[in-house]
């Protein structure tokens, strides 16, 4: 054992640290051979008894009595906010299912009636080629006060089965008035076959009467004819003699008895 | 409540997460002094030591479950908790005091009481206050070492654990923390002493 030896040894040996017996005898015996080895050794004992004493000193300190109380209530805090937090969550992930519940029941029903509509659009078209079949839209008279109120638009289905059964046509709203013509149809849409683009006259009656009046009555039917320009003269329009020969077209209005009623001529 | 006690540390804490607050109350008291006293002999502030303390536990309540069994004792885990909270502290302390301030009350401080009273003359209460301020003065990570090896009697491996380095470092640290402190708690004329002793000493291979 030298004193480079001791030195690495002599905290071990003022701590008491377990050590092999043969070591330490050794290091003991080189302490009580060298002056300075020996002095190193009590400085370490000493020291190691000061930290002892400032050990036990410290031993019985503890943290105030209230900070138990204070942690205690801030666990209290957390662990009832935690289920709170907990069964909100809860709520709203149920309320996230109800939604896409909600919404999936829409979907469905959204599509089913989509597809019960488009298997009634051509029963409705077949309807709208038979003869008995009335206007879709009424033709009603315009308001002779010359008063403009909005006409809401006619409701495909019902009003047109009662229509059809022979029954009184129901009620309708004061009609707008066209300032161009002396009837009006709604929706237009549903003449866009002959309307689109198109310049209209008003309708004038076939055979005397009023139009409008038996119009209400009866219902009817338009149908796109073609006529000779000639044909204008006979409703006082004034026709270009070089274009004579030539056809107009026109849409013809049908009674349910199947007689021409009015006439309007289109460009 | 009552056989809480007989529960380990682990029990208790997985007793806690699931929000028995007496087992919170039961781990508490059992582990509290230690964190508390390593917090105070850390920092030598009374302040200090029980914000850390609280700290460590309102930690504990909120990241409890990242404890590993495995990789060492709560008790340990604890500690290294601590440890973070207080140089966290210290850290922030040392930016805050006015410049001057460490030195006049660690160095002059200690340095009369040394003058005055060679340890072997001390008186227990002086001894200890001589030897706290020895250790407060020791730079944090030998501080550490001997906070833990000396006054926690915490074992070389408990504490490699705590601070996460290998023990022959908490060896050699330890060595050097001890060495530091018989510097500062011997007097000046036991020094130059020292000093002589050890010029003689290098001739000493006896």
Redesign the interface.
């Given at each position: 054992m030298?004193?480079q030896r001791f030195e690495?040894l002599v905290?071990e040996l003022a701590?008491g640290q377990m050590m092999e017996a043969e070591v330490r005898s050794e290091a003991l015996a080189?302490s009580e051979?060298?002056?300075?080895?020996l002095?190193r050794l009590r400085?370490?004992e000493?020291?190691?008894r000061?930290?002892q004493?400032?050990?036990a000193?410290?031993?019985t300190?503890?943290?105030?009595a209230e900070?138990?109380l204070?942690?205690?209530e801030?666990?209290?805090t957390?662990?009832v906010a935690?289920p709170v937090a907990a069964n909100s969550s809860g709520n709203s992930a149920r309320s996230r299912y109800w939604l896409v519940a909600v919404a999936a029941m829409l979907l469905v029903a959204l599509t089913v009636a989509g597809m019960w509509w488009r298997s009634e659009a051509p029963q409705q078209t077949v309807a709208e080629k038979s003869p008995l079949k009335p206007v879709e839209t009424p033709i009603v008279p315009a308001d002779p006060s010359g008063s403009q109120e909005s006409v809401s638009p006619t409701q495909p289905g019902s009003q047109d089965v009662q229509y059809r059964a022979g029954n009184e046509p129901p009620k309708r709203p004061t009609p707008k008035v066209n300032k161009r013509n002396s009837v009006t149809r709604k929706p237009e849409a549903q003449l866009a076959n002959h309307a689109t683009n198109e310049i209209a006259t008003d309708f004038m009656p076939l055979g005397g009467g009023d139009v409008n009046a038996v119009v209400l009555q009866d219902g009817g039917q338009i149908i796109r004819v073609r006529l000779r320009r000639s044909e204008l003269l006979r409703f006082g329009f004034p026709v270009n003699m070089e274009r004579y020969n030539e056809n107009v077209k026109a849409d013809v209005l049908v009674g349910v008895d199947g007689l021409a009623r009015a006439i309007r001529f289109v460009q | 409540m009552t056989l809480k006690n007989q529960f380990s540390d682990n029990e208790l804490l997985r007793l806690m997460l699931a929000g028995d607050e007496d087992a919170l109350a039961e781990l508490y008291r059992r582990r509290q002094p230690a964190v508390y006293r390593f917090a105070l002999q850390m920092s030598g502030s009374k302040s200090i030591a029980e914000d850390v303390t609280q700290e460590v536990f309102l930690f504990l309540m909120r990241e409890g479950h990242v404890f590993d069994p495995e990789r060492g004792a709560l008790s340990a885990f604890l500690l290294g908790v601590a440890r973070n909270y207080v140089l966290r502290r210290l850290r922030v302390d040392q930016l805050l005091s006015p410049l001057g301030d460490d030195g006049e009350e660690d160095g002059a401080g200690l340095q009369a009481s040394i003058d005055l009273c060679p340890l072997d003359d001390l008186t227990r209460a002086e001894t200890i206050e001589t030897v706290r301020r020895a250790v407060l003065s020791l730079p944090p990570k030998y501080r550490e070492v001997v906070v833990l090896c000396e006054l926690q009697d915490v074992s070389y491996v408990e504490t490699a654990d705590i601070l996460g380095c290998a023990i022959g470092t908490v060896r050699s640290r330890l060595h050097r923390a001890r060495a530091l402190l018989l510097t500062k708690l011997r007097p000046a004329e036991s020094v130059a002493d020292a000093d002589s002793a050890s010029v003689k000493s290098a001739r000493c291979f006896a």
């Amino acid at each position: 054992m030298n004193c480079q030896r001791f030195e690495q040894l002599v905290s071990e040996l003022a701590r008491g640290q377990m050590m092999e017996a043969e070591v330490r005898s050794e290091a003991l015996a080189h302490s009580e051979n060298c002056e300075h080895c020996l002095a190193r050794l009590r400085d370490e004992e000493k020291l190691t008894r000061g930290l002892q004493l400032l050990a036990a000193e410290m031993e019985t300190l503890e943290a105030p009595a209230e900070m138990e109380l204070k942690l205690r209530e801030a666990y209290r805090t957390r662990h009832v906010a935690a289920p709170v937090a907990a069964n909100s969550s809860g709520n709203s992930a149920r309320s996230r299912y109800w939604l896409v519940a909600v919404a999936a029941m829409l979907l469905v029903a959204l599509t089913v009636a989509g597809m019960w509509w488009r298997s009634e659009a051509p029963q409705q078209t077949v309807a709208e080629k038979s003869p008995l079949k009335p206007v879709e839209t009424p033709i009603v008279p315009a308001d002779p006060s010359g008063s403009q109120e909005s006409v809401s638009p006619t409701q495909p289905g019902s009003q047109d089965v009662q229509y059809r059964a022979g029954n009184e046509p129901p009620k309708r709203p004061t009609p707008k008035v066209n300032k161009r013509n002396s009837v009006t149809r709604k929706p237009e849409a549903q003449l866009a076959n002959h309307a689109t683009n198109e310049i209209a006259t008003d309708f004038m009656p076939l055979g005397g009467g009023d139009v409008n009046a038996v119009v209400l009555q009866d219902g009817g039917q338009i149908i796109r004819v073609r006529l000779r320009r000639s044909e204008l003269l006979r409703f006082g329009f004034p026709v270009n003699m070089e274009r004579y020969n030539e056809n107009v077209k026109a849409d013809v209005l049908v009674g349910v008895d199947g007689l021409a009623r009015a006439i309007r001529f289109v460009q | 409540m009552t056989l809480k006690n007989q529960f380990s540390d682990n029990e208790l804490l997985r007793l806690m997460l699931a929000g028995d607050e007496d087992a919170l109350a039961e781990l508490y008291r059992r582990r509290q002094p230690a964190v508390y006293r390593f917090a105070l002999q850390m920092s030598g502030s009374k302040s200090i030591a029980e914000d850390v303390t609280q700290e460590v536990f309102l930690f504990l309540m909120r990241e409890g479950h990242v404890f590993d069994p495995e990789r060492g004792a709560l008790s340990a885990f604890l500690l290294g908790v601590a440890r973070n909270y207080v140089l966290r502290r210290l850290r922030v302390d040392q930016l805050l005091s006015p410049l001057g301030d460490d030195g006049e009350e660690d160095g002059a401080g200690l340095q009369a009481s040394i003058d005055l009273c060679p340890l072997d003359d001390l008186t227990r209460a002086e001894t200890i206050e001589t030897v706290r301020r020895a250790v407060l003065s020791l730079p944090p990570k030998y501080r550490e070492v001997v906070v833990l090896c000396e006054l926690q009697d915490v074992s070389y491996v408990e504490t490699a654990d705590i601070l996460g380095c290998a023990i022959g470092t908490v060896r050699s640290r330890l060595h050097r923390a001890r060495a530091l402190l018989l510097t500062k708690l011997r007097p000046a004329e036991s020094v130059a002493d020292a000093d002589s002793a050890s010029v003689k000493s290098a001739r000493c291979f006896a």
